[in-house]
Every structure is written in structure tokens, then in C-alpha cells.
């Protein structure tokens, strides 16, 4: 009988915000697939995990995601595309060999993660092949309790966008929702912190940095004093706009 494949959600940074579900099914998995955004760097995926259980004896397999802009109207970057193939190719090959295998992925699954986009790939070529997805404590929540702050009360509504959507389709969505979330800012700071300040939302919006990262967490209540280019990839900011 084929392995499981299951996505595991492991949260984001600090090893007792995995459940205790993502525990123990990675700890009973014989194969661990992780994935890494730098080809020669180390996995933060695999550091969290480390953190939370001993991994002797198990197969890791580290898989090298290139960070690109995905547009699910614009077809996924070949590079991208080829990442989630060997990564869906190994994980079959192990599964048919009746293992069981975990790919631990930051945060929860269901939110801009590799993890799924893997598990599609995955069941594209073995439809047939058992694949579970074990929900995580997200970055959204996790930050928003490192601000202090609410995501929703009463009848607000939340928005998660990517910060690198354009000035326009972000003013649509400042307009329209009374919490908005913008994931992946380190690279556009300069331009997310000029458009703030001309729609007058700058003193509410909060960035979190590194959110439960051993020590490592910054929250930043002053956009506007923030230096240029010295943003961690882990960064969110959270603007509530009433
Ligand atoms: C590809 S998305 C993955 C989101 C993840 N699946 C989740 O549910 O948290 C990566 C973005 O999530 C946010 N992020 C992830 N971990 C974070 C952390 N520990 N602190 C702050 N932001 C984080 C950042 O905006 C980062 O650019």
C-alpha cells in the first residue's frame, strides 16, 4: 500500500506554537521533505521542526523553492514549476515504497504555501495517492498577537493581499476592508510606506517582524522611522483602518 503525503502546518517560528497534532504525525513520519528558499542556505522550515522533536533516523530530503511572484492567472514561472515537480517526484517515490512522508511548511498550509502548491503537483501525476493537510498557527494570527491588536470585531472584514499587488488594487481593498493584512512587504516597504501615508492610514498600520522567532521579534509602530532595505523576508504588517 502507498505512504500518506501530509502537508504539515508548523507555525510560525516558535516550536511550541506546532500543534500536537503536526507533532506527532512528523514525528512519525520516516521521511521528511523541506523545503528552503535559498539553494545553499538552511531551512527554517527544518529549524522549527528540529526545535520541537528529535529527527534521528529519519530521511530529510531538502527541496530548493525559488521565490518568485506566483499569478494564478499567469501560468507558474518554470523554475517554480520544476521545484514542485522534483519535490511531488521524490515524495512519490518514497510513498510508493509504502513510506510515509511529511513536508512542514511555515504557518499554516492553506495560506501562500508551498506546501500546497507541492500537494497539487502531487496529486496531478498519483491522483491516487492519500494526501492530508494538517492546519497550522498562522503568521495573520500570530502577529496580530504580537501587535496587541484585533484582526476582527463585530462586523469588520479582513483582507489578506500580498504587499507587491499595485498602488491601485491595494487603495481598492484600503476601501473596502476594516483590517487589511499585507503578507511579503520586505521588498516593497519604501512604496507600501509612501501609499499609507497619502491615504492617511500610516499611525495604523503595525509591522511585525520576525514574529516568534526566538527573540528575534520586532514590532514597529513608526513606519516612517524605519531605515530603507533592512527588512527581514518574515515581515507582515497589519493596517486597521477605522
Ligand atoms: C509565503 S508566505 C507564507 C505564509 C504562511 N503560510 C502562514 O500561514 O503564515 C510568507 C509571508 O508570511 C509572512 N510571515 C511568515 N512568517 C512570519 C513571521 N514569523 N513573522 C512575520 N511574518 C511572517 C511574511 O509576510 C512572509 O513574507
Known sequence: MNGVFYVVGIGPGD???????????LAACPVLVVPKGHEHGASTALAIVKGALPLAGKEIIEVHFPMRKIRMNAGPDPEVEAAWRRAALAILDRTRQGL???????????????????????????????????????????????????????????????ATFDNQRLTEV???????????????????????????????????????QGGRERV???????GPGELHYFSTIIVRTR
Open 174 to 212: 484600503f476601501a473596502s476592508f476594516q483590517t487589511v493584512v499585507l503578507m511579503k512587504v520586505h521588498r516593497v516597504m519604501g512604496r507600501i510606506v509612501e501609499l499609507l501615508t497619502g491615504l492617511n492610514l500610516l499611525s495604523r498600520a503595525v509591522l511585525v517582524e520576525r514574529s516568534d
Open 15 to 25: 516550536p511550541e506554537l506546532l500543534t500536537l497534532k503536526a507533532a506527532r504525525i
Open 100 to 162: 510515509d512522508v511529511a513536508f512542514p511548511t511555515l504557518g499554516d498550509p492553506a495560506i501562500y504555501s508551498t506546501g500546497f502548491y507541492t500537494c497539487q503537483t502531487l496529486l496531478e501525476l498519483a491522483p491516487e495517492n492519500q494526501a492530508v493537510v494538517v492546519p497550522g498557527v498562522s503568521a495573520i494570527g500570530a502577529c496580530a498577537a504580537a501587535a496587541g491588536i484585533p484582526l476582527c470585531q463585530g462586523d469588520d472584514m479582513l483582507a489578506v493581499v500580498p
Open 220 to 226: 514597529v509602530r513608526d513606519l516612517a522611522a524605519l
